[in-house]
């Protein structure tokens, strides 16, 4: 196979950009011990012309993989997508990982998840009840996280105007309300509907793989309702020992298993191209 290589946008990789580029590095790598040959563009150069060369008319592959996010971008990818070119993950999964229909996907699908809301964001204040959670997340409505104050939480009706108004000043409109979930978090990651899955407490860096079965089903689940075939989230172990499901996205940067998850993440590929 020929594939494509698209990095993310530096502006979506908070402080992961070599993380980022490292995991794609690596399955490209492995794709190309498997006898498959690569190109790599920044995500920023889809759609126009870098070095002299146009990338949407530049000699066809077979395989783009793709941690891209951004609109344009995207749109970019999609007219490959639509003139037959394989693409993981897909524009319409990677989309889906917006937050206001990843939140409904997830419902739709019956997971286990906390009391999560879009709520616009003039309207957040009044929509609030501290009697009925101890706190709250507020992250940003329309992508993950960019900027350190796009994910907050809040335990107070003042620390929730003061978070509110920052969202405001930088002019976002929507917010997730989400409850918060007493427990120990649980990074994980995967390929295909579980060919690949890895699971970490984030506070140790621990690999509990093989305890979290469940986990595994449910992270499997939420890939189904996406579309996505390269993915990760966070969850809680509750002390009942109950998983829920707080965050699930596309491509994350592995860091924690990018050896192994690389191997699984080319296998997959190379086994479902």
């Known amino acids: 196979m020929r594939l494509l290589g698209v990095y993310r946008e530096k502006v979506f990789s908070p ?37 002299g060369v146009n990338e949407e008319t530049k000699a066809p592959v077979d395989c783009i993989l793709t941690m891209a996010q951004s609109v344009r971008t995207l749109e970019a990818l999609e007219r490959r997508q639509e003139r037959g070119t394989r693409i993981v993950n ?35 204040e009044g929509r609030v009840n501290f009697k009925k959670a101890v706190s709250y997340w ?5 992508v993950h996280a960019v900027e350190p104050d796009d994910v907050v939480k809040v335990g107070s009706l003042p620390e929730l105007l003061a978070a509110v108004g920052r969202f405001r000043d930088r002019k976002i409109g929507e917010i997730l309300v989400q409850e918060h979930s007493a427990g120990d978090v649980i990074k994980f990651y995967g390929a295909g509907r579980v060919s690949y899955f890895s699971a970490f407490l984030a506070t140790t860096g621990e690999e509990i793989t093989s ?15 996406t579309g996505l075939e390269v993915w990760g989230g966070d969850a809680i172990v509750t002390p009942e020992r ?9 491509w994350p940067s592995f860091s924690r298993c990018r050896d192994k998850a690389a191997t699984g993440i080319a296998r997959y590929i190379a086994n479902n191209i």
Request: glycine share 8%.
């Open 15 to 51: 402080g992961k950009i070599r993380d980022d580029a490292a995991i794609l590095d690596a399955t490209l790598l492995e794709l190309s011990r498997m006898g498959h040959a690569f190109d790599t563009v920044e995500g920023e150069a889809m759609g126009k012309r870098a070095s």
């Open 90 to 124: 897909s524009i319409a999964s990677v989309r889906n990982t917006y937050r206001r229909p990843l939140i409904g996907l997830l419902k739709n699908a019956g997971l286990p998840m906390p009391a999560s809301e879009i709520i616009a964001t003039r309207e957040v």
């Open 138 to 142: 507020l992250k940003r409505g329309d």
């Open 211 to 225: 305890g979290v079965e469940e986990l595994r089903e449910i992270a499997g689940r939420a890939a189904e309702a």
């Open 242 to 250: 109950a998983f829920v499901l707080i965050d699930f996205n596309d």
